[in-house]
């Protein structure tokens, strides 16, 4: 009867045309046909589920073949880059020894024209001892035809120059030279001497070519010192009995005796100035005016924080005893103690550079202080530099713990640096300790004074004043400091060319 009703209803509707945009959503699946989905049953329906179930399976399969594809395909690929790490090692190995083969196949041309000037000198001194030898024989036919002796004698004087020319020739055939290249300053120098040779002939060699004496000559091969057997051996040992060998090359060190006597008269000037700061230092007549110390806590605690908490020379290189005495005379230095107190400069390890390691720098500073390098020996290991300069190197590398390019606020505070140390010992010079921050300073006594004047600034003392009367002490002072200042600039270029740490060298 409902559904009576509503057929009712839809031929109402559809007689007045009533549009369905007005009437309750609730109503329209009654107006609208009432058959909406057909199911229809087909034979093929069974057939379909079995080609679906086919297809899920051939799917699988083909998805495990996928898989194991995929795994030989990354096989493969791990052979392949194996394969071409290998390739490009063994092109680096060739390379490398590609490289070995052309200076093994220079050195054997050297060595080979050197074997041949030895041999055509050999030739020579053989034709002039033939030569001396013919000569010999007419002389001794000659003496024969004179003074005619007896047979045997006869024998006796014929035989003997045979004897000498087998001899000659043996000694020439049986004991060849030894080529050898000694090199000293980065200059290779060739030489060709018998195995009988001793070590003093050698040297007087090398003396003539490098205007090193024997006494500081240092051969050294492979870290070993040939020399080592000492001054009283050298005219007995032989260069065989030392350990030379044909086409040894050796590394020679050492220094001219007026190079020497340079370092030792610089070195002198250092240590009497030295002397007479110490005197002053702990001269009995010096006042103490207003002394205000801090509390001893905060000292010590500041004295432990700020300062170098390692010295570690390098115990390959020689005399490394001396090495550490440089390294603690810089961290013991008062103006580099006054810096970096100031400044709360704290530095891990103090170590040195080895030159021939890096023979284009004068320091570097590691991660902001962790370690700085110095350059604390000459080229030739047979010295160090001069303090001053290796404490002006200091304080470059103490600024990279701020800044690390060399820019202007490196530049900057490098100067303020170096600028503190030059008045802290200018007061030190002048009489005045500032023994805390407020200004209070003992006096020393005069005679020192003067004395430690005539080392300041090249020696001006009394007579460069007599001299340069005419001048005013402003004049002075000005030409002083204008010479420095341009002598200051000059070294710092030369740091920032020599310091491994800033961008330059990155």
Same mark, same amino acid.
């Given at each position: 009867?409902?559904?009576?009703?509503?057929?009712?209803?839809?031929?109402?509707?559809?007689?007045? @045309?009533?549009?369905?945009?007005?009437?309750?959503?609730?109503?329209?699946?009654?107006?609208?046909?009432?058959?909406?989905?057909?199911?229809?049953?087909?034979?093929?329906?069974?057939?379909?589920?079995?080609?679906?179930?086919?297809?899920?399976?051939?799917?699988?399969?083909?998805?495990?073949?996928?898989?194991?594809?995929?795994?030989?395909?990354?096989?493969?690929?791990?052979?392949?880059?194996?394969?071409?790490?290998?390739?490009?090692?063994?092109?680096?190995?060739?390379?490398?020894?590609?490289?070995?083969?052309?200076?093994?196949?220079?050195?054997?041309?050297?060595?080979?024209?050197?074997?041949?000037?030895?041999?055509?000198?050999?030739?020579?001194?053989?034709?002039?001892?033939?030569?001396?030898?013919?000569?010999?024989?007419?002389?001794?036919?000659?003496?024969?035809?004179?003074?005619?002796?007896?047979?045997?004698?006869?024998?006796?004087?014929?035989?003997?120059?045979?004897?000498?020319?087998?001899?000659?020739?043996?000694?020439?055939?049986?004991?060849?030279?030894?080529?050898?290249?000694?090199?000293?300053?980065?200059?290779?120098?060739?030489?060709?001497?018998?195995?009988?040779?001793?070590?003093?002939?050698?040297?007087?060699?090398?003396?003539?070519?490098?205007?090193?004496?024997?006494?500081?000559?240092?051969?050294?091969?492979?870290?070993?010192?040939?020399?080592?057997? @000492?001054?009283?051996?050298?005219?007995?040992?032989?260069?065989?009995?030392?350990?030379?060998?044909?086409?040894?090359?050796?590394?020679?060190?050492?220094?001219?005796?007026?190079?020497?006597?340079?370092?030792?008269?610089?070195?002198?000037?250092?240590?009497?100035?030295?002397?007479?700061?110490?005197?002053?230092?702990?001269?009995?007549?010096?006042?103490?005016?207003?002394?205000?110390?801090?509390?001893?806590?905060?000292?010590?605690?500041?004295?432990?924080?700020?300062?170098?908490?390692?010295?570690?020379?390098?115990?390959?290189?020689?005399?490394?005893?001396?090495?550490?005495?440089?390294?603690?005379?810089?961290?013991?230095?008062?103006?580099?103690?006054?810096?970096?107190?100031?400044?709360?400069?704290?530095?891990?390890?103090?170590?040195?550079?080895?030159?021939?390691?890096?023979?284009?720098?004068?320091?570097?500073?590691?991660?902001?202080?962790?370690?700085?390098?110095?350059?604390?020996?000459?080229?030739?290991?047979?010295?160090?530099?001069?303090?001053?300069?290796?404490?002006?190197?200091?304080?470059?590398?103490?600024?990279?713990?701020?800044?690390?390019?060399?820019?202007?606020?490196?530049?900057?505070?490098?100067?303020?640096?170096?600028?503190?140390?030059?008045?802290?010992?200018?007061?030190?010079?002048?009489?005045?300790?500032?023994?805390?921050?407020? @200004?209070?300073?003992?006096?020393?006594?005069?005679?020192?004074?003067?004395?430690?004047?005539?080392?300041?600034?090249?020696?001006? @003392?009394?007579?460069?004043?007599?001299?340069?009367?005419?001048?005013?002490?402003?004049?002075?002072?000005?030409?002083?400091?204008?010479?420095?200042?341009?002598?200051?600039?000059?070294?710092?270029?030369?740091?920032?060319?020599?310091?491994?740490?800033?961008?330059?060298?990155?």
């Amino acid at each position: 009867m409902f559904v009576t009703s509503l057929a009712r209803l839809n031929v109402t509707v559809d007689h007045i @045309g009533l549009q369905l945009t007005y009437l309750p959503k609730k109503y329209h699946e009654y107006i609208i046909p009432s058959l909406r989905r057909i199911y229809l049953d087909s034979p093929r329906f069974s057939d379909m589920k079995k080609d679906l179930k086919a297809s899920k399976e051939k799917i699988k399969k083909l998805e495990k073949d996928r898989d194991v594809l995929m795994k030989q395909c990354e096989k493969h690929m791990a052979a392949a880059r194996a394969q071409a790490e290998g390739e490009r090692a063994a092109r680096m190995k060739a390379s490398d020894l590609q490289s070995r083969l052309d200076i093994m196949q220079k050195d054997l041309g050297v060595a080979c024209d050197m074997a041949k000037k030895a041999i055509k000198i050999l030739r020579n001194d053989l034709h002039v001892a033939r030569a001396g030898h013919l000569d010999l024989e007419k002389t001794y036919d000659e003496l024969r035809k004179r003074y005619p002796k007896s047979r045997q004698d006869q024998c006796l004087l014929r035989q003997e120059p045979k004897f000498h020319l087998q001899h000659l020739e043996h000694s020439m055939t049986s004991s060849s030279p030894l080529l050898l290249t000694v090199i000293y300053r980065g200059n290779p120098y060739a030489l060709s001497l018998l195995p009988e040779s001793t070590l003093s002939v050698l040297q007087a060699q090398l003396e003539e070519l490098t205007q090193v004496p024997a006494s500081l000559q240092k051969l050294l091969h492979k870290g070993k010192n040939l020399l080592a057997s @000492g001054p009283e051996s050298w005219d007995q040992t032989t260069l065989a009995q030392a350990g030379f060998k044909n086409g040894m090359k050796v590394q020679m060190m050492g220094s001219t005796s007026q190079e020497l006597t340079s370092m030792q008269t610089t070195e002198e000037e250092q240590r009497k100035r030295e002397r007479i700061l110490r005197e002053r230092a702990l001269k009995p007549q010096a006042k103490l005016i207003n002394l205000k110390l801090r509390s001893t806590g905060t000292a010590d605690s500041s004295m432990l924080n700020y300062r170098f908490h390692q010295l570690k020379p390098l115990d390959h290189l020689p005399n490394p005893a001396s090495a550490l005495a440089l390294l603690t005379k810089l961290s013991e230095d008062p103006a580099i103690r006054h810096i970096m107190q100031i400044h709360k400069f704290s530095v891990g390890t103090l170590t040195e550079l080895a030159p021939h390691e890096h023979p284009e720098l004068l320091g570097l500073n590691v991660n902001a202080g962790q370690a700085i390098k110095l350059r604390l020996r000459t080229d030739r290991y047979d010295g160090f530099r001069l303090y001053r300069e290796v404490r002006r190197v200091l304080c470059h590398e103490l600024t990279h713990n701020v800044w690390g390019d060399h820019d202007n606020n490196f530049k900057e505070l490098n100067s303020k640096l170096n600028r503190e140390v030059a008045d802290f010992e200018r007061a030190a010079v002048n009489g005045t300790h500032y023994l805390s921050g407020n @200004g209070d300073t003992y006096q020393p006594s005069s005679e020192l004074e003067a004395e430690a004047q005539s080392y300041i600034l090249g020696g001006m @003392g009394s007579s460069s004043v007599g001299t340069a009367s005419d001048e005013s002490r402003e004049e002075r002072r000005r030409r002083v400091l204008e010479a420095t200042m341009a002598r200051l600039r000059k070294e710092d270029e030369e740091l920032e060319n020599s310091c491994g740490t800033g961008s330059a060298k990155t």
